[in-house]
């Protein structure tokens, strides 16, 4: 069978694709963006369509479909090949109605199912092994891991390359630099490190292990690469020949120093990028792996590099022992618990699309991450397929699950069962978007577009709204417009652990292979840039082969996935079109919607509202009074596109709610929960009543009135019993005050008894509930303070309490006020009403409260010190009560601080950390109520959400439209209601769980006696401490602070640290260039006077300004290193021309976490130690981190400098206490600036 993919060639129409079929034969429009999933699979013909086969004739084959012969270099690709960058095919539409869909220019039977594949074990298979409940979260390791190599498959990819020749034993690097054997990169020739261009293989590796400096770029692309042009062993004999050699006849000391050691540590680092990025070229090569462990232990360990050759034989010895070293991530995460299906041997159906997803996503990263880098050179996929197994094992599968689920769909007679199976892809896919597997949702898009599928318009029609909204979007994401760039982006954005659409890659490196010769034009010369641009695509694909899922296995789905069997595409076709035939011409669609409607006439004069067609002749008593035998029209219900209720009359809403069929619950409660916004419980009970009399048939046989009493009367007299049960259980605080209605409710149900035997038990357990509806409860509601009175005990300070202990009890308070809100006090802004939502109005009390406390503690401190204390407590209480999902208290803390944002822009300064610890909280009180919907819909009860942001998503639905959608004020709209009841369920669901605090006694006593100010005197108070000099941010204040001298510690923030940030401030305000900053300093010098005692402060200061002007992005980088060496220098008693620049690309990305910044670090060279020295104005444990990372990274590059004689020193002007702890745990020397 000639899978979805592989027909993606086929010629469609120009028009752009309606968003449905609109033809029962409508050929896929986005077929050809899958293209590249088949990549020439068979080099087989064609077979001839079946004799009986509803399509048209296949076209006559041209050159380009024969096999026999070589496609033209001009040709559109083989169907299954990557399309050709910039040329993707044309969007097309579905053939006119009644045209059968086209066949692919060239039809290729479909390979037979594909067996398990023989992958590498998943990393961390303990991971993947589900726990026990209550068990303890495992620390994982997720490791990099080398894929085992099938040395039978590649022995020889390299048996189609042209090898330059060079003579083993002789020393070919001696040969100097020319436009014959070595080519730069334009504008680079004269630079310090000259780009590569070209090159002979020789001046390659020699440019590799250049004694002048490293080049990490060109040594990771060239190995990622070299197998285009050369062997492994070609390459480990040239790198062999260049650590031997020759020694010169004079100045063997100067040349031991200057060349031979930088020499043989690149080469060291040649075979070590080499053994620990790419070892799978060893793990292949028996012979190269027992020549690099006996040149190491022969040559390497008798050289000086002994320590390192050491390291290099652990390297191999631990690749071979398939134990990865190149990354690790530390995580503390358990797997989520598998869905497992309720069958041994599930269906497709049968299995729930999110486990559906994970087992599939599985799968393909084993088969992804099992993909060797050589198997992208020379488009191996394509040209030599015996040496890229993985990339056309990938393809196949992708494949085979798309041709399967093709089956799956088609295959189902009943039409509701097949929407339902559509509908299963679509949820699928969308997972597997969640989960990063855009290559699965490649396939599944696949299967939606091919013809036997895309053809099916009824099915297509049965999907939801949301449905249809979902494969859209997914179309967008995976559209082959630009150069696929949604994908790209998406990419780009997606965290790991991915799978990638492989097709998009292997149209890049086709691009690319196609787009550049091999070798230069007229010369020899390796073409080195296209190895560079191929390179990059490799590397781009390999970071995402080594981050696993943390996912567990589920065996059962799995076999289903890997034992699939695709149809075959014309049976698969056959069977489309037998269980669903083509739409009807518009004569008949005419000619039966006449019918319908005189159906509906003669049933709508009957009495029968379109619930039971078996009864449309017969004649029904009683049709007078009976309000609900109303056909429906836009004057009493109207929908929306997909079938919910915008508006209706009442009577239509009691009939939606107590259906001859099940009803919906959700709807049921919607109805129930917002009433009292449109009628009064009297009316509801009246119609429920009518309702109950459901017409009886008139003059039919006693059979035929026992049929319709079974099948119509007494499943709507169920629902509506249980319509009132659910009146009464959930949402009986509308009855509890009202004598009368309660006691027609009795009556009610007492009729309904007599004249239903069947509802007896119902009956007797809705009286009960009735008689049992709880008071509403009377007692007050819990208040910040319970007493006024002083206390003679030691209370304490607000400091003395632990946060989480304040946010327990805070929480504890919260959940008594919120398990007491009813519905009603939500619905109509009734919380504006103390008398209609006391537990609303008591919450906002309450929270009140809470702000008027925490802004007197902060404005109440005497100086900046102590107000960051108790700001940075405060955040430390919000961060609690965010981790116990305890919203609502979080959120007046937090508004306090936004309020009392501007007169502490000061403290906040001191305390960085707190202040981003905040911003990280502060949606909450801003009240960004679709973030903070979003953040609430995950978590797990209990909760108690902020209903601030609750009342006004709330608010915004109440204004969003009028009550009533007709000037009669009949037509409810229902739509506003039922955003109002879906708002209030998702928040009622929070209760599901209750929290195991309690209210703290010493806490109790602590607030019972605390000073607290109303907000009007709290913000008065804050703009007055900034009058007070203490406070104030003057620059003048600078010259009476204290020296710091080098050495000296501080704990907390100081008054000199809160000048100094007073300063950082301002320069991040004003400067913007260093004529600015000469200015202030120049200012700084005139306040301070230029006595000598106060010199070392004064140019301290200087320099600290212009590292400051650094940092904010005004000062040159050039100048700012400048001003660190003269520092250094001063510091440690030495020149500043002794102090260097270390720059160095980070390829792993081991310091900041992403490759390929560049980081900096300052030497200083006294005698035989070394100084890793990094300057900065202030200083946290972040950047603490940093710096040692950067010093790890200089060490290991420079295997000879001993750790004995490396000291790591950090000057600044300040420091964090968490940081301090951090560099002493380091053994990192910190020496102090004088203190701005």
Request: hydrophobic share 35%; proline share 8%; net charge neutral.
């Amino acid at each position: 069978m000639s899978s979805p993919v592989s027909s993606a060639l086929r010629k469609l129409p120009k028009a752009a694709p309606p968003p449905l079929p609109n033809d029962g034969n409508s050929e896929s429009p986005s077929l050809k963006r899958m293209s590249s999933f088949s990549s020439r699979l068979s080099n087989l013909p064609a077979p001839p369509p079946p004799e009986d086969s509803p399509r048209v004739p296949p076209k006559p084959t041209s050159a380009r479909d024969s096999p026999s012969l070589p496609p033209k270099p001009s040709a559109p690709p083989k169907p299954g090949a990557p399309p050709k960058p910039g040329a993707p095919p044309k969007p097309g539409a579905p053939p006119k109605p009644g045209a059968p869909p086209k066949p692919s220019d060239v039809e290729k039977p479909r390979p037979a199912p594909l067996p398990r594949p023989t992958l590498p074990a998943r990393p961390m298979s303990t991971m993947n092994a589900p726990q026990l409940p209550g068990a303890k979260p495992q620390r994982h390791v997720f490791t990099r891991r080398r894929t085992t190599i099938n040395h039978q498959q590649e022995a020889s990819p390299e048996e189609d390359l042209d090898v330059e020749v060079v003579v083993v034993g002789t020393y070919p690097f001696d040969e100097p630099d020319t436009p014959a054997n070595i080519r730069f990169e334009e504008g680079t020739e004269n630079s310090p490190r000259p780009v590569v261009n070209a090159g002979s293989l020789v001046k390659l590796v020699e440019r590799l292990t250049y004694d002048k400096y490293p080049d990490t770029k060109l040594v990771n692309a060239f190995l990622l690469t070299y197998r285009s042009f050369t062997t492994p062993s070609q390459l480990f004999d040239l790198l062999q020949s260049r650590w031997n050699i020759p020694e010169p006849s004079s100045n063997l000391d100067e040349w031991v120093q200057k060349t031979q050691t930088p020499i043989r540590l690149r080469v060291f680092n040649v075979f070590k990028t080499w053994v620990q990025t790419y070892f799978r070229d060893f793990a292949a090569d028996d012979t190269l792996y027992n020549r690099l462990i006996d040149f190491v232990k022969t040559t390497m360990m008798k050289s000086t590099l002994t320590t390192a050759a050491e390291s290099l034989i652990k390297y191999a010895e631990q690749g071979k022992a398939g134990e990865g070293l190149t990354f690790t991530q530390t995580v503390i995460a358990t797997p989520p618990k598998p869905i497992t299906p309720k069958v041994d041997s599930p269906s497709f159906l049968d299995v729930n699309p999110t486990e559906f997803a994970r087992q599939l996503t599985l799968l393909e990263h084993d088969a992804y991450r099992a993909i060797n880098p050589w198997e992208f050179l020379k488009q191996r996929w394509a040209k030599k397929k015996d040496q890229a197994p993985n990339i056309l094992y990938m393809i196949q599968f992708s494949n085979q699950v798309s041709n399967w689920l093709v089956g799956e769909v088609v295959k189902v007679v009943d039409l509701r069962q097949r929407t339902l199976v559509l509908k299963q892809v679509i949820e699928v896919a969308e997972k597997c978007r969640e989960l990063n597997n855009y290559n699965a949702i490649m396939e599944l898009l696949a299967c939606l577009d091919s013809s036997p599928v895309y053809r099916l318009r009824q099915s297509w029609a049965g999907l939801s709204r949301s449905t249809m909204k979902t494969y859209e979007s997914l179309k967008e994401l995976m559209s082959p417009n630009n150069g696929f760039k949604n994908l790209r982006a998406a990419l780009r954005t997606a965290d790991p652990p991915a799978v990638p659409y492989l097709g998009v890659f292997l149209t890049d490196l086709t691009f690319i292979e196609e787009g550049n010769s091999d070798v230069l034009h007229g010369t020899k010369l390796i073409n080195f840039d296209k190895r560079r641009k191929i390179a990059t695509v490799i590397q781009e694909i390999r970071q995402r082969q080594h981050i696993p899922y943390n996912l567990c296995p589920v065996t059962s789905v799995q076999d289903l996935i890997l034992n699939s069997k695709p149809l075959e595409e014309e049976v698969a076709y056959k069977l489309s079109v037998q269980n669903e035939q083509k739409l009807k011409s518009p004569a008949a669609l005419k000619a039966e919607k006449e019918a319908l409607k005189a159906a509906a006439v003669n049933k709508k004069r009957l009495g029968i509202t379109g619930e039971d067609d078996e009864f449309a002749g017969m004649p029904l008593e009683g049709l007078d009074d009976y309000p609900f035998a109303v056909e429906d029209s836009p004057e009493n219900i109207q929908l929306s596109k997909d079938g919910q209720i915008k508006g209706a009359t009442l009577a239509k809403l009691i009939e939606r709610i107590t259906p001859k069929h099940s009803p919906d619950p959700g709807f049921l409660s919607a109805v129930l929960m917002t009433y009292p916004t449109f009628t009064t419980s009297s009316a509801l009970l009246e119609l429920l009543r009518s309702r109950f009399h459901v017409p009886l048939l008139a003059n039919a046989p006693p059979e035929m009135k026992k049929e319709y009493n079974s099948k119509r009367v007494v499943p709507i007299q169920i629902r509506i019993f249980n319509a009132v049960k659910t009146w009464i259980e959930k949402f009986g605080y509308h009855v509890v005050h009202d004598g009368e209605l309660k006691e027609e409710l009795l009556q009610f149900v007492d009729y309904a008894v007599s004249q239903n035997r069947l509802l007896a038990r119902t009956g007797e357990s809705i009286r009960q509930k009735i008689q049992d509806i709880p008071e509403v409860e009377t007692d007050p509601y819990p208040t910040l303070r319970t007493s006024n009175e002083e206390s003679s005990e030691e209370v304490g300070d607000f400091l003395d309490f632990p946060p989480q202990q304040i946010a327990n009890h805070f929480t504890a308070l919260d959940e008594i006020i919120c398990n007491r809100i009813q519905p009603s006090e939500l619905v109509s802004k009734a919380w504006l009403n103390e008398a209609q939502a006391p537990s609303m109005v008591a919450n906002e009390h309450l929270g009140l409260e809470i702000q008027q406390w925490v802004g007197t503690e902060i404005v109440n401190q005497p100086d900046p010190q102590k107000q960051a204390q108790v700001v940075s407590h405060v955040v430390d209480i919000a961060q609690a009560l965010f981790d116990m999902n305890s919203f609502n208290a979080a959120y007046h803390m937090l508004a306090m601080l936004k309020s009392l944002s501007a007169p502490l822009k000061l403290v906040w300064t001191t305390i960085p950390r707190k202040q981003q610890q905040f911003e990280a909280m502060s949606h909450l009180p801003k009240r960004n109520a679709r973030r903070c919907l979003q953040d609430w819909a995950v978590i797990t009860p209990p909760a108690i959400p902020a209903f601030e942001v609750f009342k006004k998503k709330l608010c915004a639905i109440e204004d969003s439209g009028p009550d009533f959608l007709d000037n009669e004020g009949q037509l409810i709209n229902f739509s506003k209601r039922q955003g109002v009841a879906d708002l209030i369920r998702s928040m009622l669901d929070y209760r599901m769980a209750s929290y195991s605090v309690e209210q703290d006694a010493a806490f109790q006593k602590y607030l019972n006696t605390a000073s607290i100010m109303d907000l009007k005197s709290v913000k008065a108070k804050a703009l007055e401490n900034l009058k007070d000099p203490k406070f104030s941010l003057a620059c003048a204040s600078v010259g009476s602070s204290t020296k710091i001298r080098s050495g000296s510690s501080s704990s907390g923030p100081t008054t000199t640290e809160v000048s100094a940030d007073s300063i950082k401030e301002a320069l991040m305000d004003l400067f913007t260039e260093e004529s600015f900053q000469q200015l202030l300093c120049d200012q700084v010098q005139e306040q301070m006077g230029i006595s000598e005692a106060m010199h070392d402060l004064r140019v301290e200061l200087q320099e600290q300004v212009v590292l400051l002007g650094c940092r904010c992005g005004t000062t040159s980088v050039a100048r700012g290193r400048q001003v660190a060496h003269e520092i250094i220098a001063r510091k440690l008693l030495a020149s500043p021309s002794d102090v260097t620049d270390w720059i160095e690309v980070d390829h792993e990305g081991v310091v900041y976490g992403w490759p390929d910044e560049e980081v900096h670090l300052n030497l200083l060279h006294k005698g035989t130690t070394t100084f890793l020295v990094q300057v900065d104005v202030h200083m946290d444990e972040d950047d603490v981190a940093s710096f040692e990372r950067i010093a790890s990274l200089y060490q290991n590059s420079n295997p000879t400098s001993s750790s004995a004689d490396v000291r790591r020193v950090l000057i600044t002007g300040t420091i964090t206490e968490s940081a301090r702890a951090a560099a002493i745990k380091g053994n990192v020397e910190i020496l102090l600036l004088a203190s701005l």
